[in-house]
């Protein structure tokens, strides 16, 4: 996991380039929410335009009950960065030993998109895939992952990280987000717009070259470097493809180690 981060294929290697540093800034602004414990704005979704958001929460809902929580996570960078979360109203209950019908406490995404309603659908869609493995792994390895809640040098890898977090144990380190009132409620959020006004990177150029300039140039004007890597192989290029390794040596690796 600590090394798939910033890869990215596209028509051409700009493209590529351009979508393997969007990903990076995802990573970077979900983890510094979550070691800072920053404060982020949460997202009204009734506010988005995009309809396939409220379907996509909706069918979350009417699957296993969770409630689709969103907020804006943009940091000094501006581009657009979403962190979308599925919390159960049972969150803070301990199911019986062997209940079948036991559900994760909480399952975690991000999205980034230079729209703030795409970056929503991008977490979103993630989302909606790991919530059906986190289900399925929750009833088979809770003791497991109790055990893990409990010493958090058993955890291994990123797997095991996220798996943590489906324990009703660790459902309170939320709290910097959610509060301490009953999971899943609280206050609407702000209007999307609203939520997302740090986001001022929104390149609309008709050249992706231009684009990635610009995205290029939030990172580099604060001192840090970014770092292209062509991957592109021949079976890329056979299908007209390019692929970019991005790497920005000042963002926050994606890793695990006890004390996150």
């Known amino acids: 996991y600590d090394t798939y981060n910033g890869c990215a294929l596209g028509g051409c290697l700009e493209e590529a380039a351009l979508h393997g540093l969007v990903e990076l800034a995802e990573r970077d ?56 979360m599925a919390v159960h109203p049972t969150a803070r209950l301990f199911p019986a ?31 909606t895939a790991n919530l059906g493995w986190n289900r399925d792994a929750y009833r088979e390895e809770r003791e497991w992952i109790g055990a893990m809640v409990t010493d958090p040098d058993q955890v291994r890898d990123m797997r095991d990280h ?9 459902f309170d380190r939320f709290g910097f987000l959610l509060g301490d009132g009953p999971p899943g409620t609280g206050e609407p959020g702000l209007p999307v717009e609203e939520a997302f006004a740090r986001a001022d990177c929104r390149p609309r150029g008709t050249d992706l070259r231009d684009d990635l300039i610009e995205v290029v140039t939030r990172f580099t004007r604060r001192g ?19 692929c970019a390794k991005v790497i920005v040596p000042g963002l926050l690796p994606d890793d695990v180690w006890p004390p996150q």
Request: proline residues 9%; negative net charge; charged residues 20%.
């Open 162 to 170: 996220a798996l943590l977090y489906c324990h009703p144990a660790a």
């Open 29 to 84: 602004a979900f983890l510094l929410t979550w070691y800072a414990r920053l404060p982020a704005p949460r997202v009204d979704l009734a506010t988005v335009t995009d309809p396939r958001i409220a379907v996509l929460a909706e069918r979350i809902r009417q699957d296993s009950g969770h409630r689709v929580l969103a907020f804006a996570t943009t940091p000094e960078h501006g581009i657009p960065t979403a962190w979308v």
């Open 97 to 127: 030993p062997g209940d079948p019908r036991a559900e994760p406490a909480a399952v975690c995404a991000a999205g980034a998109h230079f729209d703030p309603e795409q970056a929503l659908l991008n977490g979103l869609l993630e989302l």
């Open 224 to 242: 840090q470097d970014v770092i292209v890597v062509d991957q592109t192989t021949d079976e890329h290029r056979a299908g007209g493809l390019a």
